[in-house]
């Protein structure tokens, strides 16, 4: 028997084609958005994760010496940059940065290339819609007594807020003006950076000139009428350190509430170790005043040797023949030495130091 063989027409071809092609745009989407969405998803837990590893820091920094100041963890390529590094399991983001502020709060913003997920200071939850073309970290709380917190808009100081102010370091001279007091603005130069510490010097004398120590001061701080004369009549001894000067600079800026107050320690190899509590400021120390000499602020707002004031002390002794003299900032761009009961000619300059 002959059997009648027959195979798919074209119609019935193209039929199953269009079924086909509506079962794949159904399909396609569907399986595009599982696959988006456990990449999220283990995106977030990577977040999650290296939010995590940054609390765990903090909490391993408070068994040992806690946190003096915020520290930031960058990762380039899939790998943490430089020495700060966290403990984290699985796979890091292609690129971001993390930060764990020294009162415990962390921050995130990471970015897989595709997406970018970030986290405030203050926030309990990630933000995984952020714009991938601007995934940086978030701006936190500014902390009040923080350089970035005093920092103002001024024209001796045009950005309100330097980028040094909150992270890398901040140059010699960058130009600060800094609400001391509530509408108290002073300007300052940034004589260092170290640890996020920020030491800053005022642009000018404060106040009138005033003696290293006067023979008042000595005598009060244990000196003996037969020291003060040591070198001459009436020549002071700088042994028991810049009393007089260092008394007029904080009733100057005692009201400088904006600047919390600490315990400053000066040493000298002439007068020891000092400490001077609950002041806002100090003096510049001679080690400093020779390393930045070169930089003209160090020196302007003075005479010109004849007028007042042509130099400001600084916290330093002089140990010249009977230790008679303290150093000072002069004029001319130098550091020099004068006898300390000098009041008619030096003053002092506030040097404030501030944390990130």
């Not at 195979?7 to 399909?27: D, P, Q, R, Y």
């Not at 005033?210 to 002071?236: L, P």
């Not at 003299?325 to 003053?347: E, L, M, T």
Request: hydrophobic share 35%; charged share 20%; net charge negative.
């Amino acid at each position: 028997m002959k059997q009648n063989k027959r195979g798919f027409t074209l119609i019935e071809l193209l039929a199953v084609i269009v079924i086909l092609a509506i079962i794949a745009l159904i399909a396609v989407p569907v399986i595009m958005n599982i696959i988006t969405s456990a990449r999220k998803s283990a995106f977030e837990d990577t977040a999650y994760g290296l939010i995590s590893a940054g609390e765990m820091y903090y909490a391993q920094a408070l068994l040992e010496n806690g946190m003096t100041s915020d520290v930031e963890f960058t990762i380039e390529d899939g790998e943490f940059v430089g020495t700060n590094k966290l403990e984290v399991k699985g796979a890091l983001p292609s690129s971001g940065s993390i930060k764990v502020t020294r009162d415990g709060k962390v921050a995130i913003a990471i970015s897989n290339g595709a997406m970018c997920i970030t986290k405030g200071y203050d926030d309990s939850k990630i933000d995984s819609e952020s714009d991938i073309d601007n995934c940086e970290l978030p701006v936190g709380e500014l902390q009040p007594g923080t350089l970035a917190y005093l920092a103002r808009k001024t024209t001796f100081s045009e950005n309100v807020v330097n980028a040094c102010a909150t992270t890398g370091t901040c140059a010699v001279g960058t130009k600060f003006a800094i609400e001391v007091a509530p509408g108290n603005i002073q300007n300052f130069y940034v004589v260092s950076d170290v640890d996020n510490k920020v030491t800053l010097l005022m642009e000018k004398n404060i106040g009138e000139t005033v003696a290293w120590i006067n023979k008042s001061d000595y005598i009060t701080s244990g000196g003996t009428e037969s020291g003060w004369n040591a070198e001459c009549t009436g020549c002071g001894n700088p042994i028991n350190g810049p009393i007089t000067a260092l008394n007029y600079l904080e009733s100057q800026t005692s009201s400088w509430t904006n600047i919390a107050a600490k315990d400053f320690t000066l040493t000298d190899s002439v007068y020891g170790t000092m400490t001077r509590p609950n002041a806002r400021a100090r003096m510049l120390t001679k080690t400093e005043a020779d390393e930045f000499i070169s930089n003209s602020w160090l020196y302007n707002d003075l005479g010109d040797g004849l007028s007042t004031p042509s130099g400001y002390w600084t916290s330093s002794a002089f140990a010249g023949v009977g230790n008679d003299g303290g150093w000072y900032v002069y004029y001319d761009g130098s550091v020099n030495s004068g006898f300390s009961y000098y009041a008619d000619r030096y003053g002092v300059r506030p040097v404030i130091e501030l944390s990130k």
